[in-house]
């Protein structure tokens, strides 16, 4: 069973996913927006304390670990948070299970599946985190951020860096190949563009501003914020535009 844990309240359950090499912990700076809310917050497989069983790593397995949690849980219903690679998984969810998830909220993440060019840099890394996942960590974590505000950042860099080494290269890499071959959501974004919200990072070096915006004008999400300032990691760049975000969405629920 997945590690997490619960924050009791009032509601639809809200289930927080976190991103790439990171663990439930992201989701400390944000949990103030969500106050009084029942807020279920895992650690992914492989990732923080949940298991790995050397399966792939991939986006459908990650969100039918999920609904198993919660039909373990005996929720039916919920809402779903995910930080990039957690809202691909989200996004897998919704479409693999329209029935139970409630609402979605991408956060820095996208409906997309990986460029060609992207699928490249996906097998350089998976090449390269086998080679040297210590290397591989520290370049990786740190390029993240906004490029003109990373060394403002130096300390929760290393704090980081420092729970992704935990992480098993292998699993690493399995994820870096999950994201690759993930589905395209696109489709599933449009035909449900009444219950997915978007937030972004205007300096997001992963997912840039431009490729977001022609994304929501694509799609139509039901609420687009854009955070100044922010590369890829909002919640610790600027934790006041993510909660802005939670506490709108969480407004706008049904």
Not at 91 to 109: I, K, T, Y
Request: glycine share 6%; net charge neutral.
């Amino acid at each position: 069973m997945l590690h997490f844990f619960r924050q009791n309240g009032a509601g639809t359950p809200i289930l927080l996913l976190h991103g790439f090499m990171e663990n439930n912990a992201m989701w400390m700076p944000l949990l103030p927006a969500l106050k009084g809310r029942d807020v279920i917050v895992p650690d992914l497989p492989g990732h923080g304390s949940s298991p790995w069983d050397n399966s792939l790593l991939s986006m459908r397995f990650a969100a039918n670990e999920l609904v198993k949690l919660m039909a373990d849980l005996k929720i039916d219903n919920f809402h779903v948070v995910g930080h990039s690679m957690g809202g691909y998984i989200a996004m897998e969810m919704l479409s693999q299970h329209p029935e139970r998830v409630a609402d979605v909220a991408l956060f820095q993440s996208t409906s997309s599946n990986d460029s060609v060019e992207r699928i490249t840099m996906r097998n350089r890394a998976i090449s390269a985190v086998l080679e040297n996942k210590k290397l591989y960590i520290r370049g990786m974590i740190s390029a993240l951020f906004s490029p003109g505000r990373r060394m403002l950042y130096d300390a929760d860099i290393e704090n980081l860096i420092a729970h992704a080494a935990e992480m098993k290269a292998e699993s690493i890499a399995s994820a870096l190949t999950g994201m690759r071959d993930r589905n395209n959501h696109l489709e599933t974004a449009k035909k449900n563009r009444n219950r997915v919200s978007l937030f972004t990072g205007a300096d997001d070096p992963r997912l840039s501003l431009n490729e977001m915006l022609l994304e929501h004008e694509s799609i139509g999400y039901k609420m687009l914020l854009v955070a100044p300032k922010c590369g890829h990691m909002a919640h610790i760049e600027g934790p006041i535009w993510g909660q802005s975000f939670l506490k709108l969405w969480t407004n706008d629920l049904s």
